[in-house]
């Protein structure tokens, strides 16, 4: 189960100390998850129900979710949500209770009380321990037990940008697997401290970050929030040997960043990892030159409880551009009626492995189309190369059809990336009266530069039909509340914007 991921720590080495807040040991760390525990069960909750939580990183989380996936299944919610969404999730869920910090969020507050949800109440003691309150008792105290490795320990949803969000259960063993296979990959040691920046309710922050640490008895430095203006004094201070972030964390740091003044606090750096999304080869190169430490891209999703393949540290080949080799995970890329592809023929990426979950929860419809002889359907079109090097060209549902010719929104994004002025792209198809659909793009500019100069640079790279024919210049690209970027939403909100 998911707790023996503390097995391998010091009683006295430092498990989890949160930035400017308390610090806990191991043996700290198995007390407080077990009087949880034993809370939750007082509170009549046991095997198989559903224990919601909204907390921000911290302590509080951390704890709260070891220990709800021990007494039955976590269900961590993005604390930003408002009150409809927590009325969904919690519903959709089944959730029993959900975990608040004292005082906060009246919006999942609300939905709770009409819902008829009890609220525990989580709170962290000046000695540092959490506890549990909740007026309200859930039922008769339940029975403890180990839970075993294929019952569920996480509940999260996917993001849902093209139909209704949907449960993707995690087992124990899901997640023991991942969290090995990140700590393994990258030869993390007890020695490794790993500053946490991504929000924990999500699994690049609480699988890479967090439980692959716990994994080999290393420290996780939690940040409550990325702050760019404190980020290299936290590194120094806590002395982080890594982190892992998406690629809008790098690229402000990096705007933030001097030429040829490396931050102080790098030095402790080993290495840097991105995922979540796509890193730009030109980001990768910056930040290797600007750090002076390796960058690694990797490649995960809620449904392999997170990394599926990543470039190795040196002196492995990293290529940029790459997602790398799966990472004991197994690759293949497949066609339309499953055939298996041969090395540079693009297809759809497919996954099997321990990681990988088994399917979505009462939703057969979805399961018949994602999974084609054992192999799970990412829904990313890509190829690998003669050494298994995983390229992603772009989601398959977001290809560009311009009149018949496919286009990937990566390879346009890329192109405008390469031109000194911009900092950010994103490209994505607009309707057409005459060719279907259209290539237009949005861009953040390091400097001012017209969309003429940008339009002209891409006809320098690209083929006629994949130069953007709009390109919007923006202050910022929309995001999901993890960093993604959702090409269907950022076109939405683009063109809402030049309609008024």
Known sequence: ??????????????????????????????????????????????????????????????????????????????????????????????????????????????????????????????????????????????????????????????????????????????????????????????????????????????????????????????????NPLTFWATVKEHRATWYSAVPTIHQVLLARSKRGARPQGAEYLRFIRSCSAPLAPQTMAEMEERFGHPVVEAYGMTEAAHQMASNPLPPGVRKPGSVGPGTSVEVAILDGAGNLLAPGEHGEVCIKGANVFSGYEDNPEANTAAFTGGWFRTGDQGFVDENRYVTLVSRIKELINRGGEKISPREVDEALQSHPAVAEAVCFGVADRVYGEEVAASVVTRY?????????HCGSLLADFKVPRVIYIVDAIPRTATGKVQRRIVAAEIQKLHQR
Request: with cysteine.
């Open 1 to 226: 189960m998911i707790l023996e991921l503390l097995d391998g720590g010091r009683p006295d080495q430092v498990a989890v100390t949160v930035s400017g807040g308390p610090s806990i040991t191991y043996a700290g760390l198995r007390k407080q998850v077990a009087d949880l525990v034993r809370q939750l069960n007082a509170l009549g909750l046991g095997p198989h129900d559903r224990i919601a939580m909204a907390l921000g990183n911290g302590l509080e989380m951390v704890t709260s979710f070891l220990a709800t996936a021990t007494v039955g299944t976590a269900a961590p919610l993005n604390p930003a949500y408002k009150y409809d969404e927590f009325k969904f999730y919690l519903e959709d869920t089944r959730a029993r209770a959900i975990i608040l910090q004292p005082g906060d969020l009246p919006d999942a507050r609300r939905a709770a009380g009409e819902a008829g949800i009890p609220i525990i109440e989580a709170s962290t003691g000046a000695d540092g321990e959490v506890v549990f309150a909740s007026p309200r008792v859930a039922g008769p105290p339940a029975n403890a037990r180990e839970p075993g490795d294929d019952e569920i320990a996480l509940m999260l949803h996917t993001s849902g940008t093209t139909s209704r969000p949907k449960r993707v259960p995690l087992t124990h063993r899901n997640l023991l697997t991942s969290a090995c296979n990140v700590s393994s990959w990258y030869g993390l040691q007890a020695e490794d401290v790993s500053l946490c920046v991504m929000p924990l309710f999500h699994v690049h922050g609480l699988v890479a970050s967090t439980l692959s640490t716990l994994k080999t008895g290393g420290t996780v430095v939690v940040v409550p929030k990325f």
């Open 448 to 456: 001012p530069v017209t969309e003429g100069e940008l339009i002209k």
